[in-house]
């Protein structure tokens, strides 16, 4: 073989190792890449509290309180605790909550106040608690099918116009915070 044929052998080597670490590096491109909607509906969670966002929505802090294991029970109500964020020129409206571990999911605007229907608006740009506390409105897991312990559950949150969002949601004891519905 000449010193001719070598070189070429070693530059067509030199192509395909080229093209080779081409060809991976799109391939791991692709794979780590995400969709944009993919990215608006990641969850992630700090300090045992989950967070989220659909659209110009975030959700801060999303939470269950409940009573020890052993002290819950099928049919039992439980607080759902979070913070919503409009990040938009324009009101926003949670016109819907479910899980399949209740029979449904209420808005109270107290503790003693009657459950309503999902229906809150957040203004332009403003924020909106439904933390807990003394007195102060939440959302409320109504007759739960099964004492959930610790487990997380899924939720879905429904935006009209930002969107669905399910997040899996963790399920405190009572002593993380300042209260929940009493179990029935």
Not at 24 to 48: D, G, K, V, Y
Not at 160 to 167: Q, R, V
């Amino acid at each position: 073989m000449s010193r001719q044929e070598a070189g070429a052998g070693i530059a067509r080597a030199a192509t395909w190792n080229v093209l080779l670490a081409a060809c991976l590096l799109l391939t791991l491109l692709a794979c780590t890449a995400r969709e944009p909607a993919e990215r608006e509906h990641r969850a992630r969670s700090r300090n045992a509290l989950v967070d989220g966002q659909v659209g110009p929505m975030r959700l801060i802090h999303v939470h269950i309180l409940a009573p020890p294991m052993d002290q819950q029970k099928a049919g039992d109500n439980l607080g759902l605790y979070l913070t919503l964020v409009n990040n938009s020129d324009r009101p926003q409206t949670l016109d819907g909550v479910s899980t399949v571990h209740a029979d449904e999911v209420v808005y109270r605007s107290g503790p003693a106040a009657a459950p309503k229907p999902i229906h809150v608006t957040i203004p332009p740009h403003g924020t909106l608690s439904l933390q807990e506390g003394r007195d102060r409105p939440h959302l409320e897991l109504i007759r739960i099918h099964r004492p959930l312990g610790a487990t997380p559950i899924d939720v879905t949150f429904r935006f009209p116009t930002a969107g669905t969002l399910t997040l899996r949601i963790p399920v405190l004891p009572l002593s993380h915070g300042a209260g929940s519905p009493t179990p029935s």
